[in-house]
């Protein structure tokens, strides 16, 4: 069984900064991709950034140039660096692990944190 905690969420005004982390935990050798989602009310859960053990990163068009996502393959951690905050960035920030390959060679599948809120308002 694997466990992720996300930490980091909080209220921020426009043009401001957070930095979420999440820590992977559990019977892990390695984790293939991380990545932070995001559900904002009303709406459906979007892709906001991947990262790949092996440091390849893919984002979304609309936090590009703000957003930067990292990962300590060491500390099964991965983190979202989120600089020039919008309005339109606030929601539910959630925490994924997809393929995951456990010390006794099991594979397992797509894990979720239990999301933090991150409000971005004057």
């Known amino acids: 069984q694997v466990q992720l905690v996300e930490s980091g969420g909080g209220l921020v005004q426009p043009g401001g900064s957070l930095r979420l982390s999440c820590a992977a935990s559990g019977s892990i050798f390695s984790i293939y991709v991380m990545g932070w989602y995001r559900q904002a009310p009303g709406k459906q859960r979007e892709l906001v950034a991947t990262i790949t053990s092996g440091g390849s990163t893919k984002y979304a068009d609309s936090v590009k140039g703000r957003f930067t996502i990292s990962r300590d393959n060491a500390k099964n951690t991965v983190y979202l660096q989120m600089n020039s905050l919008k309005p339109e960035d606030t929601a539910v920030y959630y925490c994924?692990?997809?393929?995951?390959?456990?010390?006794?060679?099991?594979?397992?599948?797509?894990?979720w944190g239990q999301g933090t809120q991150v409000t971005v308002s004057s």
């Open positions: 994924n692990a997809d393929l995951i390959r456990t010390v006794v060679g099991r594979y397992e599948y797509d894990y």
